[in-house]
């Protein structure tokens, strides 16, 4: 499950929140560091940082819950989803994709979670929730995962709908 897209509808409009969505301003250890870094490099290393604004659903623990899965966090919010994302949503605690530094560069279009998602699942079925996937990225993992993938694509700008949640839902059921 990724986080920015799928559960924080962050392409919508800056000043309409979507449907259902409550705000947050969340300040995590690593995007404070980063803004840290952003200030400074423009010269104002003494001003304070500001959160990060993200939107959920609080229905969306519950739903994502009911999934017949085990759920991963596959987000560059990695372990802080547990933190600052899962408290939010009613969700307990989730193990997390941990990404490799640097970041992969895979060739033709690959968005670089892909490979790695792939070696975590290990052959295993998985459904895959982001907003950054590609017919590109359907390829790579049918060329190189042994077992059954789902890759859903999520609309950035309006997060999970009912018709995603039917979707996985689904999928599981096709499974076995």
């Known amino acids: 499950m990724d986080v ?12 309409r929140r979507p449907d259902g969505y409550r705000t947050h301003r969340l300040m995590t250890p690593s995007w ?14 003494h001003k304070t940082p500001k959160p990060l604004r993200v ?64 070696a975590w699942a290990r052959g295993r079925p998985f459904a895959r929730v982001d907003d ?9 993992v049918e060329a190189h995962h042994r077992g059954p993938a789902l890759l859903h694509h999520v609309a950035p700008k309006a997060g999970l709908t009912a018709d995603d949640f039917a979707r996985l839902t689904d999928w599981a059921r096709q499974l076995g």
């Open 4 to 15: 920015d897209g799928p559960l924080n509808p962050c392409a919508a409009k800056p000043y």
């Open 32 to 45: 404070e560091a980063a803004e840290r870094r952003r200030l400074a490099a423009w010269g104002l290393p």
């Open 55 to 118: 939107w959920l659903n609080p229905d969306h623990g519950p739903a994502l819950a009911a999934l017949p899965y085990d759920l991963v966090w596959a987000t560059t919010w990695q372990e802080e989803a547990d933190a600052f994302i899962a408290p939010l949503l009613g969700l307990p605690a989730l193990p997390h994709i941990a990404w490799s530094e640097p970041r992969p560069e895979p060739d033709g279009g690959v968005f670089w979670k892909t490979p790695q998602i792939v």
């Open 132 to 140: 950054l996937i590609t017919d590109a990225d359907r390829a790579w």
